[in-house]
Nanobody, 120 residues
Framework: QVQLVEFGGGLVPTGGSLRLSCVVS????????MGWHRQAPGKQRELVAT???????NYVDSVTGRFTISRDTAKNTLYLQMNNLKPEDTAVYYC??????????????WGRGTQVTVSS
């Protein structure tokens, strides 16, 4: 059974940085597209960034230039480097694995999430 576990959330001041990690076990990591999503209180979950099997990336406009998604297939780990954080980035961040080499449709697997809080 595939499991995704996120690490690295926390409390940071505005302008600070965090790096989230997502370790994948119980299934193939390198063959599928991966993604990061977030859900703020009272809001719907939104897609933040995706990465294909080949390493092509895509970001929501609000994080472009500040966040970087990457993957280390040797460690079965997905990363999200977040710089210049803003209070509106406060949310629970979720890691996901898609069922294809590109991020089409809904993810097949989800992590439980890690809280990121940016203080103003």
């Amino acid at each position: 059974q595939v499991q995704l576990v996120e690490f690295g959330g926390g409390l940071v001041p505005t302008g600070g940085s965090l790096r989230l990690s997502c370790v994948v076990s119980g299934g193939t990591f390198s063959s599928y597209a991966m993604g990061w999503h977030r859900q703020a209180p009272g809001k719907q979950r939104e897609l933040v960034a995706t990465i294909t099997r080949q390493g092509a990336t895509n970001y929501v406009d609000s994080v472009t230039g500040r966040f970087t998604i990457s993957r280390d297939t040797a460690k079965n780990t997905l990363y999200l480097q977040m710089n210049n954080l803003k209070p509106e980035d406060t949310a629970v961040y979720y890691c996901s694995r898609y069922g294809w080499v590109t991020p089409r449709g809904s993810p097949a697997n989800w992590g439980r999430g890690t809280q990121v809080t940016v203080s103003s």
